[in-house]
Structures are given as C-alpha cells and as structure tokens.
T-cell receptor, first 113, second 114 residues
Framework: AQSVTQLDSHVSVSEGTPVLLRCNYS??????LFWYVQHPNKGLQLLLK??????LVKGINGFEAEFKKSETSFHLTKPSAHMSDAAEYFC???????????FGAGTQVVVTP | DGGITQSPKYLFRKEGQNVTLSCEQN?????MYWYRQDPGQGLRLIYYSQIVNDFQKGDIAEGYSVSREKKESFPLTVTSAQKNPTAFYLC?????????????FGEGSWLTVV
C-alpha cells in the first residue's frame, strides 16, 4: 500500500525568500514520486518527478526536490519565491504496476510582497 | 497544440438529474482517468481506462459511469445515485499506464448541485 503525507497545509513566505514544502511517503516497492502545482480553478501541472534515477531532481520554474529513501521524504524547495508561485502544491506517489497515483492533501502557498 | 479538453467548465445539476462531463485528448495517449477534487483535499480516482473499450473502477466509483468508445474520448456521467456530486472534476491521460509515467491533466470542470 502507498500513502503520502504533506506536513504543512499552508505555507506563507515573503517574495525572494526560500520555499520548503515537506512530503513524506510510504510505499511497498520502489516508488515514483511527483510534485504537481495547481493554480486556482485550473488543472494540475507537473513540476518534477523522481523515477529511481538521480536523487536530486530539478524541475520547472526553479523548483527542485530530493528523494531520501532513509527518511521516506521528497521535500520540494525553491531558493527564491516569486509572486507567481502562489498556488496549491501536491506531492504524489506511484508504485503500482500500472501507475496508480496517490495524492497528498496539498499545501497552499501564499507569497507576500 | 496537443492537450486535454474538458467541457463544460461550469455545470449545474438539479436533484435527480444525470449529467455528462466531456473529456477529449489529442495526445495519442492510451490511458485516461477521472479524478474528483473537493476543496482543501487531494484528488481521488473515480474511474480509469487503459485501452479503448475497457475501464476500471477507482476508489470512489459509486454514482458515476464512464465509456471509452474512442481512444481520444472518455466522458464521465454523474448519475442521480451520486449523493454529493458538487466538486471539481479533473480528466487526465498518460501513455500506457506504467508506474513513473507522467499523467497530464485537463483544466477541470466544476459541477454544482442546485
């Protein structure tokens, strides 16, 4: 069985400061892990994914995430927040043979000027 | 441009009515999915289809039905048996459903019961 826990439901940061979104997962097998972003009333856009290659994954818009198997974590970071980063972020795990996704509850990011 | 088109964006349903949400993709993807999103929650899988003329129930299939007669189309019907249908519905697709393959999402449809 697989599950995802996003440790923060809301994160508020000032523009230009670092962003950290925390995600822990449980998985019976070697998982694939994703971060998606959702702007209001929109679909989800893939930021980055981990599929057993390099543990540090770089994504779009300056985001990156590090897969830590010993900690069962896949935290998302960005060195400097931009106003356009205000959105909801979902950590997602997949370890079923056909790729069924398990979504975290989401983290709402607010960026203040 | 290639992508996933959902329609309508907003839909209102009266009690006891069935409504159908459209999903069309021109990405030539084999697999298609329907998810439901409630405010402040993650996505939950309603139905998925890995090939034409085949589909499987997800975690919350009760009160919903689907068809997959064409590769590019995967409509979702919300029936009167669905007691709490007000939600944001997202259609998605991917190349053959294998763990690690990226799933791409449409823009979503809002369904409200009036």
């Amino acid at each position: 069985a697989q599950s995802v826990t996003q440790l923060d439901s809301h994160v508020s940061v000032s523009e230009g400061t670092p962003v950290l979104l925390r995600c822990n997962y449980s998985s019976s097998y070697s998982p694939s892990l994703f971060w998606y972003v959702q702007h209001p009333n929109k679909g989800l856009q893939l930021l980055l994914k981990y599929t057993s290659a390099a543990t540090l994954v770089k994504g779009i818009n300056g985001f990156e995430a590090e897969f830590k198997k010993s900690e069962t974590s896949f935290h998302l970071t960005k060195p400097s927040a931009h106003m356009s980063d205000a959105a909801e972020y979902f950590c997602v795990v997949s370890d079923d043979s056909w790729g069924k996704l398990q979504f975290g509850a989401g983290t709402q990011v607010v960026v203040t000027p | 441009d290639g992508g996933i088109t959902q329609s309508p964006k907003y839909l209102f349903r009266k009690e006891g009515q069935n409504v159908t949400l459209s999903c069309e993709q021109n990405l030539n993807h084999d697999a298609m999915y329907w998810y439901r999103q409630d405010p402040g929650q993650g996505l939950r899988l309603i139905y998925y289809s890995q090939i034409v003329n085949d589909f499987q129930k997800g975690d919350i299939a009760e009160g919903y039905s689907v068809s997959r007669e064409k590769k590019e189309s995967f409509p979702l019907t919300v029936t009167s048996a669905q007691k709490n249908p007000t939600a944001f519905y997202l259609c998605a697709s991917s190349i053959p459903a294998v763990s690690g393959n990226t799933i791409y999402f449409g823009e979503g449809s809002w369904l409200t019961v009036v």
